[in-house]
């Protein structure tokens, strides 16, 4: 499978909890982002990668969630002290740089539960 | 900000009825308009894209989408829909030169057989 993989599926975590998510893009994709999904909503931007920089945060991103993509290959996503309002689907895409005519490719998303 | 807007969240459709969800826009300058369906669980799939050109745009599995930029809108149609066209759609777009895609909330549609 070439697409865009993330990891865990699923994570159930107790508030205040510390959880990272992993994300690995379509190998030959140098720009990588980070959607969140809550019930009734449409995926929502968190954060934008080329290559290893980080170009871009939403004011979304609170100082609890930090980003990283070290090699500029995968990303992950890690969330401090969780709240139960941290609960949703953690969406990551990667598309080629080009002119804005490219397009995203999603992974399936990790489901985030804080109780 | 640029903002999308999708009406009537959920639609419940007989098969071979014909499906029409609407989504309006809010940026006035250039724009790439998507298309998104996920299928239960599955991930988000493109649907169709518009960048220029031609403003009626088909995609896959039937479905077309129509640009009226007078309108700022991109309606996404299909004559005849399958049991198979349960799932949510989800209408975004680009500004041209930035990266983020904005999403509407979607439309949950379900078609029953």
């Known amino acids: 499978d070439t697409g865009v993989s993330q990891n865990p599926r699923h994570k159930i975590t107790k508030r205040g909890q510390n959880v990272t998510f992993r994300c690995d893009p379509i190998?030959?994709?140098?720009?990588l982002y980070w959607y969140r999904q809550t019930l009734g909503q449409g995926p929502e931007f968190l954060t934008y990668f080329q290559n290893e920089a980080q170009l871009e945060k939403s004011r979304l991103l609170s100082d609890r969630f930090s980003a990283e993509r070290p090699k500029g290959s995968f990303s992950t996503l890690e969330i401090q002290r969780t709240e139960q309002g941290d609960s949703a689907m953690y969406l990551c895409?990667?598309?080629?740089?080009?002119?804005?005519?490219?397009?995203?490719?999603f992974g399936s998303g990790t489901r985030l539960t804080v109780v | 900000a640029q903002s999308v807007s999708q009406h009537n969240h959920h639609v419940i459709l007989s098969e071979a009825a014909s499906l029409e969800l609407g989504c309006n826009y809010s940026?006035?300058?250039?724009?790439?308009l998507f298309w998104y369906v996920q299928y239960p669980g599955q991930h988000l799939q493109l649907l169709l894209k518009y960048f220029s050109g031609d403003p009626l745009v088909k995609g896959i599995k039937g479905f077309e989408a129509e640009f009226i930029k007078s309108k700022f809108s991109f309606n996404l149609r299909k004559p005849s829909v399958q049991w198979s066209d349960t799932a949510e759609y989800f209408c975004?777009?680009?500004?041209?030169?930035?990266?983020?895609?904005?999403f509407g909330k979607g439309n949950q549609v379900v078609v029953i057989p």
């Open positions: 975004a777009v680009t500004i041209y030169g930035n990266n983020r895609l904005a």
């Open positions: 940026y006035g300058g250039t724009v790439n």
């Open positions: 190998s030959e994709h140098n720009r």
């Open positions: 895409a990667s598309s080629p740089e080009g002119t804005a005519k490219d397009y995203y490719t």
